[in-house]
């Protein structure tokens, strides 16, 4: 199965292995795709393990009726080795059904920012979404 983030590679070579806690993510790049796949395939415990204390919600409920078909990463800043904070801006597309059952496509766009703790990187919150 190719990964969900877009970057042409099977999953379990890509976001895959950090889903399944076999690597971290070594750039906020990386782990914004990774939680982006996790939105993908509905694993809210990946997204709420790799979200930062501060910001994290205490539970986090997925809309099933939400199917997310594409993600583009715009622009990256920070995030380099002895960085110890990063931004992603990206667009992410998906479709939900409206009202009637109408399915409606969307595009949420937003500038998330991450920020590395004891070596891991995790998001932090969204500087700028539309």
């Known amino acids: 199965m190719p990964c969900p983030c877009g970057r042409g590679i099977r999953l379990s070579d890509c976001c895959g292995r950090f889903l399944d ?8 790049e990386d782990l914004m795709r990774s939680r982006y ?3 993908v395939l509905g694993d809210a415990p990946y997204l709420l393990r790799t979200w930062h ?7 986090l409920e997925l809309d099933s009726g939400t199917r ?3 993600l583009e990463v715009l622009r990256t800043t920070g995030g380099g080795f002895l960085h110890t904070e990063g931004t992603v801006e990206f ?3 998906y479709v939900d059904n409206g009202r009637g059952g109408v399915v409606q496509e969307h595009v949420m766009q937003e500038n998330s920012r991450f920020v590395r703790e004891d070596g891991t990187w995790l998001y932090l919150d969204a ?4």
């Open 91 to 93: 667009r992410a597309h």
């Open 21 to 28: 806690g076999g690597a971290a993510a070594s750039t906020p």
């Open 53 to 59: 204390s501060s910001a994290r919600p205490d539970s």
């Open 127 to 130: 500087a700028g979404g539309r």
């Open 68 to 70: 997310w078909t594409g």
């Open 37 to 39: 796949t996790a939105f």
